[in-house]
């Protein structure tokens, strides 16, 4: 068969015309690692070989979340999808849910909340702070009648994680079921499933785990499979039970998988055990962290989170004064760094620097280097 290799040029012209290092909120630099094993050529989704990479898949996530009693399912999807069928499948019809909101995000579980015929009640803190403990304690003493709290874990709009450990336990004191938001999370900052008592944790590939999207992922409670079955019309796509039925009888899913990225996945997975496993791997994200912020800090800049609350994956920070709008972001695009745009609110205000992903030392250093040109010619450094 004759090759047609020469139409990859041309589409990289139109998607990547340039290189450019990435510093984004997701999709992210994905691993040199992940790129070539997404390379290999397709093969049937019901095969025995694809159910045993499925497999191997959801058990090694299963012990990178510490969520041995709960359920791992990976499904064609974006996080969005896990958020809506924690809805569907766990709330009553019109039943009430706490909705924790710091930022954009904890906006969107409210609107899927509200869209799936729920009643939400709004726990909601002023930009750059995070809910705390006696907060949410005393929003659920007052309204004891919800079913479950949310919790959007990294706010990504705003650069701020909650203390998940501590919310979580105010929640299931009151007997509340927990639904976690980690998409910009998970991989990153830490979370045990089963000790802290979590029901739905979700994510998705394109963030934190440095995969290509498509790709949703999941930690499930049998509390939750258990109140699905009580649950009408959980709809067909996320029907967590059918889902998990697949899971178990066949290691797969009702519908086609993504199967290039769970590949990925799985060479993420394994490089983590290789660089010493989980504490190693987030520790590699908190030093990574503390580097942009201290880089930053180091030029005169301010950051928008409240101290103590720092999210390991993405940095919010303060435009300096008369600066307004995106000009930052297009200046450093134009030297071939992709940093991302203020989001929501505040977009005016400020510019984000992800942490996600593939992302050197040395590639930390040379966006700081142009940052501060970029300051320098927009005369807010001398």
Same mark, same amino acid.
């Given at each position: 068969m004759m090759s047609y290799m020469g139409v990859v040029k041309e589409v990289e012209k139109i998607a990547w015309p340039k290189p450019m290092k990435l510093f984004t909120a997701g999709p992210v630099a994905c691993f040199p690692e992940v790129l070539e094993a997404m390379k290999i050529q397709m093969f049937s989704h019901r095969s025995k070989e694809y159910q045993e990479i499925h497999k191997d898949t959801t058990l090694r996530l299963a012990k990178f979340l510490e969520a041995e009693k709960s359920t791992v399912l990976l499904i064609p999807s974006s996080g969005t999808g896990f958020m809506e069928a924690s809805v569907r499948n766990a709330v009553s019809p019109g039943g009430r849910v706490l909705v924790t909101v710091i930022g954009e995000f904890g906006n969107r579980y409210r609107e899927a909340v509200e869209r799936n015929g729920r009643k939400p009640i709004v726990l909601e803190k002023p930009l750059g702070k995070p809910v705390l403990a006696d907060e949410l304690d005393d929003a659920l003493k007052k309204n004891p009648d919800v079913e479950a709290v949310t919790i959007t874990y990294n706010e990504t709009s705003t650069g701020v994680l909650n203390p998940l450990k501590e919310l979580a336990k105010v929640a299931k004191e009151r007997g509340k079921m927990v639904f976690v938001d980690a998409v910009s999370a998970m991989g990153a900052a830490d979370i045990?499933?089963?000790?802290?008592g979590i029901d739905l944790v979700f994510s998705s590939s394109q963030k934190a785990f440095g995969v290509p999207p498509g790709l949703a992922m999941a930690a499930v409670s049998e509390a939750v499979f258990e109140r699905a079955?009580?649950? %009408?019309? +959980?709809? #067909?796509?996320?029907? #967590?039970?059918?889902?998990?039925?697949? #899971?178990?009888?066949?290691?797969? $899913? %009702?519908t086609t998988p993504p199967m290039p990225q769970i590949i990925g996945l799985n060479v993420v997975l394994r490089i983590i055990e290789r660089m010493g496993g989980k504490e190693a791997w987030l520790e590699m994200y908190a030093e990574r962290a503390e580097k942009i912020r201290r880089g930053a800090l180091n030029l005169g800049l301010r950051l928008f989170a409240e101290p103590g609350y720092y999210? %390991? $994956? @993405? $940095?919010?920070?303060?435009?300096?004064? =008369?600066?307004?709008?995106?000009? @930052?972001?297009?200046? #450093? +695009?134009? +030297?071939?760094?992709? @940093?991302?745009?203020?989001? =929501?609110?505040?977009?005016?205000? $400020?510019? +984000?620097i992800g942490h996600m992903g593939y992302i050197t030392d040395e590639d930390i250093d040379l966006l700081f280097k142009n940052l501060e040109e970029v300051l320098k010619s927009l005369g807010v450094v001398k």
């Amino acid at each position: 068969m004759m090759s047609y290799m020469g139409v990859v040029k041309e589409v990289e012209k139109i998607a990547w015309p340039k290189p450019m290092k990435l510093f984004t909120a997701g999709p992210v630099a994905c691993f040199p690692e992940v790129l070539e094993a997404m390379k290999i050529q397709m093969f049937s989704h019901r095969s025995k070989e694809y159910q045993e990479i499925h497999k191997d898949t959801t058990l090694r996530l299963a012990k990178f979340l510490e969520a041995e009693k709960s359920t791992v399912l990976l499904i064609p999807s974006s996080g969005t999808g896990f958020m809506e069928a924690s809805v569907r499948n766990a709330v009553s019809p019109g039943g009430r849910v706490l909705v924790t909101v710091i930022g954009e995000f904890g906006n969107r579980y409210r609107e899927a909340v509200e869209r799936n015929g729920r009643k939400p009640i709004v726990l909601e803190k002023p930009l750059g702070k995070p809910v705390l403990a006696d907060e949410l304690d005393d929003a659920l003493k007052k309204n004891p009648d919800v079913e479950a709290v949310t919790i959007t874990y990294n706010e990504t709009s705003t650069g701020v994680l909650n203390p998940l450990k501590e919310l979580a336990k105010v929640a299931k004191e009151r007997g509340k079921m927990v639904f976690v938001d980690a998409v910009s999370a998970m991989g990153a900052a830490d979370i045990k499933v089963d000790a802290w008592g979590i029901d739905l944790v979700f994510s998705s590939s394109q963030k934190a785990f440095g995969v290509p999207p498509g790709l949703a992922m999941a930690a499930v409670s049998e509390a939750v499979f258990e109140r699905a079955k009580s649950i %009408p019309e +959980r709809g #067909l796509y996320f029907d #967590l039970l059918e889902i998990k039925d697949v #899971l178990v009888k066949q290691w797969s $899913t %009702p519908t086609t998988p993504p199967m290039p990225q769970i590949i990925g996945l799985n060479v993420v997975l394994r490089i983590i055990e290789r660089m010493g496993g989980k504490e190693a791997w987030l520790e590699m994200y908190a030093e990574r962290a503390e580097k942009i912020r201290r880089g930053a800090l180091n030029l005169g800049l301010r950051l928008f989170a409240e101290p103590g609350y720092y999210s %390991p $994956t @993405i $940095t919010v920070i303060y435009n300096p004064p =008369g600066i307004k709008g995106p000009i @930052i972001y297009e200046e #450093l +695009r134009k +030297r071939g760094f992709e @940093i991302a745009k203020g989001y =929501g609110k505040v977009k005016d205000e $400020t510019f +984000r620097i992800g942490h996600m992903g593939y992302i050197t030392d040395e590639d930390i250093d040379l966006l700081f280097k142009n940052l501060e040109e970029v300051l320098k010619s927009l005369g807010v450094v001398k």
